[in-house]
């Protein structure tokens, strides 16, 4: 037996509660019968033994069983060795993480590398706030910090958004003579130009005697959080070298700001560029194609994806949800969302809405339900989503009941989107007083979606009086802009109050309150083109006309009657109706 030692009787062992019973075959034939674990009389801490600690592919069970023949051994007295064990425990995510900690809190030697490493391994697997604890623990035992550590320090700020964090660290930096090292210095931009403070990370940026890419790209990271568009193209266009992370970084700043056309075409030039997108890029792009309604090119980056072998994830398959829904190809979206092989919260949303937008209410709330099924928790938008659907097919009772889930079910508070949609539910039914009641009711002050959506139905259903008392409101909130004198007019002109609709045109005027045009666009070969309301300076303006008379001929063939609420001088809505 002198070979042989039987581990559930060693007290260290147990003290890390290491299974014993488990085994790795690579270092040996062991036998793990009955509880038994054969070593050698001598164990030597070795190379070959501490190489299997490499392994990709290593487990917990199995760093357990090299935990416990260092501790017979005594070779975990070896600060090499130790250091070996702490690293391959912290790559084994939480499992590992927290058998790191308590084997460094049992080390008699502590090393800056040893802290580090498990510092590093927090973050990496976004535990920031437990990273910034072992830095103090670092710190208490007398170790001082280098540039790795401080690398991991900014990141887990970041993840934090501790902005005072971030800037206690820089301090730390500069009296430590760390801030030359290029990972600092990037790591500082970023932070700072993700918090918002761009001055800060500009200053930083132009002292920067080596930039590089990330440099760079943090940079211009920080204008488009900012919204500083133009400054963040004048950046990139000074770059010297360019990869697929600052492309894309331009193509979701575009998308973000609603700058859709900028960002296709920034997609268009990093292809002529000879640069292969990454997946961020193709997101941004998607993002793009679905408000331009540019089907074609959705499409195109679609096949692109496939072929440059991005895997159906649930960020790309929302994505494409997305953009099909938003291009009316309600059928190709949900032939997407059947081909995810995982679907989150989002993708659930996203589906949702396209039925919902599309007429199929009926289908968006079965799908909810089969969301339910499935164990997937529902958000704020999922809710806003499904009472549209309400809505939108007259499900008042259903409606009800799902706003009241969200917070007796879910634990999800209505914000105030929510209350407008449930408002707008009421007043599509002509519950109009009910409608009322809940914006008299509702917890916070009513803004201008919520006001709106009753003033919409006041439309609907002319009651011109309640529509007049929340133009009324609305004016009170700030909200003087076109669009609410609009509706009022257009109320006044549907009872027939033409003297009230001149009194509202001469108030529009004393205000100087001019509408916006509307406009609409439209994808053809493969170019979006853009329409506003009274440009009469498109080539084929005649053709256009005549196409949209024609339509309208055919929608009152089906009973439909469109009507314009208020036109100057009472003319007749026919004179005016293809001004768009």
């Known amino acids: 037996m002198n070979n042989f030692f039987f581990f559930k009787h060693y007290s260290p062992v147990d003290e890390f509660k290491i299974p014993c019973s488990l085994s790795i075959p690579r270092i040996q034939n062991l036998n793990t019968s009955n509880g038994y674990m054969p070593l050698p009389?001598?164990?030597?801490?070795?190379?070959?033994?501490?190489?299997?600690?490499?392994?990709?592919?290593?487990?917990?069970?199995?760093?357990?069983?090299?935990?416990?023949?260092?501790?017979?051994?005594?070779?975990?007295?070896?600060?090499?060795?130790?250091?070996?064990?702490?690293?391959?425990?912290?790559?084994?995510?939480?499992?590992?993480?927290?058998?790191?900690?308590?084997?460094?809190?049992?080390?008699?030697?502590?090393?800056?590398?040893?802290?580090?490493?498990?510092?590093?391994?927090?973050?990496?697997?976004?535990?920031?706030?437990?990273?910034?604890?072992?830095?103090?623990?670092?710190?208490?035992?007398?170790?001082?910090?280098?540039?790795?550590?401080?690398?991991?320090?900014?990141?887990?700020?970041?993840?934090?958004?501790?902005?005072?964090?971030?800037?206690?660290?820089?301090?730390?930096?500069?009296?430590?003579?760390?801030?030359?090292?290029?990972?600092?210095?990037?790591?500082?931009?970023?932070?700072?130009?993700?918090?918002?403070?761009?001055?800060?990370?500009?200053?930083?940026?132009?002292?920067?005697?080596?930039?590089?890419?990330?440099?760079?790209?943090?940079?211009?990271?920080?204008?488009?959080?900012?919204?500083?568009?133009?400054?963040?193209?004048?950046?990139?266009?000074?770059?010297?070298?360019?990869?697929?992370?600052?492309?894309?970084?331009?193509?979701?700043?575009?998308?973000?700001v609603g700058e859709f056309k900028e960002a296709l075409d920034v997609f268009n030039e990093m292809q002529r560029s000879g640069v292969w997108p990454n997946q961020a890029g193709v997101i941004g792009a998607l993002s793009a194609c679905g408000f331009l309604g540019a089907l074609e090119q959705g499409k195109w980056i679609h096949a692109f994806a496939k072929r440059s072998g991005m895997g159906l994830d649930r960020v790309l398959g929302t994505a494409l949800i997305d953009m099909y829904a938003k291009c009316g190809c309600i059928e190709t979206a949900w032939q997407v969302f059947d081909e995810m092989p995982e679907r989150d919260v989002f993708a659930y949303t996203s589906m949702i809405s396209g039925l919902s937008n599309h007429g199929q209410s009926s289908k968006a709330i079965d799908l909810f339900d089969k969301m339910q099924g499935e164990g997937v928790r529902p958000n704020e938008v999922t809710f806003i989503c499904l009472l549209s659907a309400c809505g939108r097919i007259g499900m008042v009772d259903r409606g009800r009941e799902i706003f009241k889930s969200m917070k007796e079910v879910h634990g999800i508070e209505p914000g105030v989107e929510h209350y407008g949609s449930l408002v707008d539910l009421l007043g599509r039914a002509g519950l109009l007083e009910e409608a009322k009641r809940v914006i008299t009711e509702m917890p916070m002050k009513p803004d201008s979606y919520v006001l709106g959506a009753l003033l919409n139905a006041c439309m609907a259903h002319e009651d011109v009086e309640l529509g007049k008392e929340m133009v009324e409101s609305l004016v009170s909130l700030g909200l003087d802009h076109s669009g609410v004198h609009v509706l009022l007019s257009n109320m006044y002109a549907s009872a027939y109050r033409w003297e009230d609709v001149m009194e509202v045109r001469k108030r529009m005027e004393e205000k100087n309150v001019q509408k916006v045009p509307g406009c609409s666009m439209i994808e053809v070969d493969g170019v979006a083109r853009e329409f506003v309301a009274g440009d009469r300076s498109h080539l084929k303006t005649s053709d256009v006309v005549l196409a949209l008379k024609a339509m309208d001929e055919q929608m009152k063939s089906f009973g439909d009657d469109p009507r314009v609420g208020v036109f100057e001088n009472n003319l007749d809505w026919r004179d005016t109706q293809f001004d768009h």
């Open 41 to 256: 009389a001598k164990f030597k801490c070795d190379l070959r033994t501490l190489s299997l600690l490499s392994f990709p592919t290593l487990s917990l069970p199995s760093l357990l069983q090299i935990h416990a023949h260092l501790l017979v051994s005594g070779a975990i007295a070896d600060p090499f060795a130790a250091a070996k064990l702490v690293s391959a425990a912290s790559s084994i995510s939480n499992p590992g993480l927290r058998h790191a900690c308590l084997l460094l809190r049992r080390l008699p030697s502590r090393s800056a590398f040893l802290y580090n490493t498990l510092i590093g391994a927090h973050v990496e697997n976004d535990l920031p706030v437990e990273a910034l604890a072992l830095y103090k623990r670092m710190l208490a035992a007398g170790l001082a910090p280098n540039n790795y550590t401080f690398s991991f320090l900014l990141r887990a700020s970041l993840a934090v958004r501790s902005l005072w964090d971030g800037r206690k660290f820089h301090a730390q930096i500069v009296r430590l003579g760390w801030e030359s090292y290029d990972f600092v210095q990037n790591g500082l931009i970023h932070l700072y130009s993700s918090c918002g403070c761009v001055g800060s990370a500009r200053q930083l940026f132009d002292r920067s005697p080596h930039r590089d890419v990330i440099t760079w790209t943090s940079m211009i990271n920080g204008y488009a959080k900012s919204g500083q568009t133009r400054t963040a193209r004048e950046l990139f266009d000074r770059m010297p070298e360019r990869n697929a992370v600052s492309w894309s970084a331009m193509i979701t700043m575009y998308a973000q």
